[in-house]
């Protein structure tokens, strides 16, 4: 089985953490012992988030001007690299092999995303410290970019090659390097759940598994009546986005990802915690999709 699952941002570093070095492998460790046995029984793609690292890079780059700065494609390139190594230390651990590839995925130029840049990333400051930065709800300050549509994982054939030769892949982090179809880095960052959903559908994957924050994906949640959804089909969570269940910032954007998968031809998509992971592959926890 061919498996893609996407690890949100506390399975890899807590809110309480200060985001040392020492934090985020043993974060990495303990991911990794949760998912130990489907690492060692099927075809693994592991992507992650990079919205801490990134945003401890850009603090870095304000502290001083003895360096020069650098772009938001090349700061994803190096949160892959620094992410990738801690996850590819913990999957040492295992006795498996792994490989952690730089993602790059191609997106249009001319996308709308670019004209109006919605997605706030990084620290909040007092005042603005450079160009393109917006008020965030009156907490302050942040750097406001542009979230294009990602269309293609320009390494995704590299990807299946290397989980046909055993290797576990680290692939996609932080939604991956948005760059033009010629190849030039692009000033932007790309939904994460979207593009590791592409991945998924690109790469064949059997089953598309979402790591977040809570055991399931909820009507009415955080309210009396809320009920979990165990098992539904494309056609029902269309109909449960409808009704305004999902809130845009958290649930709705695994929700639409998982339907984009199934979709492309994928079988089945899991939304769960790392808590609960192995039962839900097993479909015995979290929130189940498919086409039926």
Known sequence: ??????????ALLPKQAKGTAEEQLEAAKNAIIRI?????????????????????LLLQQQGTSEVP????????????GEIGYFIASAVSLTGLHS???????????????????????GPFYEKPVREGMKMDA???YRLVVASPEPL??????AISALLEKGFV?????????????????????????????LLAGQINADLLVFVTSVDSVYLNFGKP?????????????????????????????KVQAAISFLEQGGKKATICSMENINDAINEKAGTIISNV
Not at 102 to 118: C, G, I, K, Q, S
Not at 169 to 185: D, L, M
Request: charged share 25%; hydrophobic share 35%; no cysteine.
């Open 152 to 157: 293609k994982i320009r390494e995704h054939d």
């Open 225 to 253: 009546n809320q009920s979990r959804i165990s098992k539904t089909s494309v056609k029902m969570a269309k109909k449960y986005m409808e009704e305004g269940h999902f809130a845009e910032g958290s649930m709705q954007p």
């Open 36 to 56: 130990e046995g489907v690492l060692k029984s099927s075809q693994v793609v592991l992507t992650h988030g990079n919205g801490p690292q990134v945003g401890n």
């Open 69 to 80: 700065e650098m772009p938001l494609d090349v700061l994803g390139a190096m949160t892959q």
């Open 1 to 10: 089985m061919r498996v893609v699952i996407a690890l949100g941002g506390n």
């Open 169 to 197: 892949v680290i692939a996609v982090g932080g939604g991956g390097i948005p760059i033009k179809g010629s190849g030039e880095g692009m000033e932007a960052v790309i939904d994460k759940d979207r593009a590791t959903s």
């Open 138 to 140: 009156g907490r302050g």
């Open 99 to 121: 490989a952690t590839l730089l993602t790059r995925v191609v997106v249009n130029p001319e996308d709308p995303a670019f004209r109006n840049p919605t997605k706030p990333i």
